[in-house]
């Protein structure tokens, strides 16, 4: 094995990034046998014991560092934001249709968007307007929004990738 280089080609974009070398280094030499079990993790049945142990640690992972409490449920599902967007409503909606989207940029539009599949009563806490040439260049000053207090859920998006706006 070669020594280790510093790389010199770097990735901004908001989905991907630049993972450490070590960790690209372990992925390769497990790619083809993960941990000695004879075939990789891309092969693994979801049922083995070998992936039960990989699924456990994450979720033990993922409670340790968010402190998520046992009487949660964690679930791993493919799907991205856009999943999401319909997850909300689904869950969340109850007797309380009414929902508060606060919409800052490309995916609050799509969440919003994906909202008013499940219910008509949407309120869009701040009306969108242009600022500086672009529909969104920042999130809006607490003091503008229009809050229902009765409604069932606030949905904001908290970093717009696509516009930089973050909270």
């Known amino acids: 094995m070669e020594p280790k280089q510093d790389r010199k080609i770097y990735t901004f974009s908001p989905g991907p990034c630049i993972l450490p070398v070590e ?7 497990e ?8 075939i990789s993790v891309f092969e693994m049945s979801h049922r083995s014991k070998d992936y039960t142990k990989i699924i456990k640690k994450a979720e033990q992972d993922l409670r340790d560092l968010l402190k998520i409490p046992s009487n949660y449920k964690v679930l791993f ?14 869950n969340l909606l109850s ?12 995916w609050g ?8 599949k499940y219910t008509t009563e949407l309120n869009e806490v701040v009306p969108i307007k242009t600022t500086k040439g672009s529909k969104y260049s920042m999130v809006p000053a607490q003091s503008e929004w229009k809050v229902d207090e009765d409604a069932a859920y606030f949905h904001y998006t908290e970093n717009e ?6 909270f």
């Open 161 to 166: 990738t696509i516009a930089g706006v973050e």
């Open 23 to 29: 960790i690209l280094e372990t992925a390769q030499k």
């Open 109 to 116: 539009e799509k969440a919003f968007a994906e909202a008013k």
């Open 95 to 106: 007797e309380k249709k009414k929902v508060n989207y606060l919409v800052t940029g490309h």
């Open 77 to 90: 599902m493919q799907g991205g934001a856009s999943l999401q967007f319909a997850c909300a409503p689904l």
């Open 31 to 38: 790619f083809l046998d993960y941990q000695g079990c004879g």
